[in-house]
């Protein structure tokens, strides 16, 4: 789970969605929000002219892991929450909603929402990957 992150942009008229899949923890929460965008069935699996900007970012905002973010065709991104929140999941992981600065291997990285590992075990620190007792 190492190496440099690989994303991978969806493009409509309005909005540019991106795909970072070594962080996603399969909240699944794209695809109860909006399956007929998001269909891991389908190549390509995200398809963002399937629904209105103002939608597919409400949805993508309820991605937990980050894995999902948008940037709207005017410059729009997402306003990351204030104050900061961070929840501890009953496995030990670590939620986090707002603005924060995260050191990775590739740098630092300024993020709106992150699952962080609780456990030490992560190959993506400080992201949890679900090998350890906290991604379980």
Known sequence: MSGKAQ???YTAPEIT???????????TECI???????DPSRR????PQAASADQLAE????CPSGALQYELTDGGRETPDRPTHITRTPAGQLLVR??????TREGTH???????????NSQLQPYCDHSGPCGQ
């Open 59 to 62: 949805v993508v905002r309820r």
């Open 98 to 103: 707002g603005e924060m600065s995260l050191d």
């Open 32 to 38: 109860n929000g909006l399956p007929e965008v998001f």
């Open 110 to 120: 300024t993020e709106t929402r992150a699952v962080l590992c609780g456990c030490g």
């Open 7 to 9: 994303v991978k942009a």
């Open 44 to 47: 390509p699996w995200i398809q």
């Open 17 to 27: 969605v991106t795909f970072e899949a070594r962080r996603c923890l399969h909240a």
